[in-house]
């Protein structure tokens, strides 16, 4: 079955030198990029991560320090990302989680201003889950019958990744054939940012984390506008803190 495009989509699929989304770096980026008339254009490469990647991370995709040791930093390659992702919706495994956010780092790290939220994000894995819950080597076998081969490569994950979208759209005959339907049913809990420190409850965001969980933040941030001060200086992700600034400052201009 061919994926029903309205406008390109963007497999993407990242190794990295950990999986703390606020102080690990991306090691390895692959995008398979799908035109709506079926063509496809592949862009992969390794960056150097101006940090040395650890030997459990090294032992899980391969990559050592000196794979990357003359390869480009992630800021003389932001720009060129960053148009290829242009126009794109966007897809990937467990990438809601995971590859977007630290993606989305990586960009706000550079002082580059980029925009996901006004994509589709189709998550295969919580597709995976929903139906049928497994990991990226068992969803191959299960949908495609077939072994992953180089597991952990970028692009062999990333190309495995859109295998199992379209098997996953012959076998569901209830799944909509639509990528802005994939990615409202890939999506789970309505959160505004990638690492789900602030979500949506009946319209309004709410606290995630933290003595105020469940809190309304306006609320929280009229009572003690020095917890925002505390958020800013602390570790969380660039994305979250502009998201909470953003919140914060309309809270303060409703009290003016």
């Known amino acids: 079955m061919n994926l029903n495009l309205k406008r390109p989509i963007a497999c993407v699929d990242l190794e990295t030198t950990g999986i703390n989304i606020t102080q690990d770096r991306i090691i390895e980026i692959s995008i398979i990029k799908i035109y709506p008339d079926g063509t496809q254009e592949i862009k992969t490469r390794y960056i150097n991560p101006q940090m040395p990647i650890p030997a459990e991370a090294t032992a899980v995709h391969g990559i050592s320090d000196s794979d990357v040791a003359n390869e480009p930093t992630f800021k003389e ?40 939220r006004d994509k589709h994000l189709v998550d295969v894995q919580q597709i995976f889950f929903k139906k049928e819950p497994r990991n990226l080597t068992a969803a191959y076998k299960f949908y495609c019958e077939k072994e992953l081969q180089n597991a952990h490569s970028a692009e062999a994950d990333a190309l495995a990744t859109f295998e199992i979208l379209l098997a996953q759209l012959d076998r569901y005959t209830d799944l909509q054939n639509d990528v802005e339907s994939l990615g409202n049913f890939s999506k789970g809990e309505d959160f505004m ?56 400052h309309e809270t303060m201009l409703k009290k003016v």
């Open 193 to 248: 940012d990638y690492s789900r420190r602030v979500k949506i409850v009946q319209g309004k965001p709410v606290f995630n984390f933290g003595k105020y969980k469940d809190k309304a933040v306006s609320e929280v941030l009229q009572k003690e506008p020095q917890y925002y001060d505390w958020i800013m200086k602390g570790d969380f992700a660039l994305d979250t803190k502009n998201v909470i600034s953003k919140l914060f």
């Open 77 to 116: 390659l932001a720009n060129g990302i960053k148009q290829f992702l242009e126009n794109c919706d966007l897809c990937g495994f467990n990438s809601n989680r995971f590859d977007f956010p630290i993606l989305t780092e990586e960009f706000l790290r550079v002082g580059m201003e980029v925009n996901f």
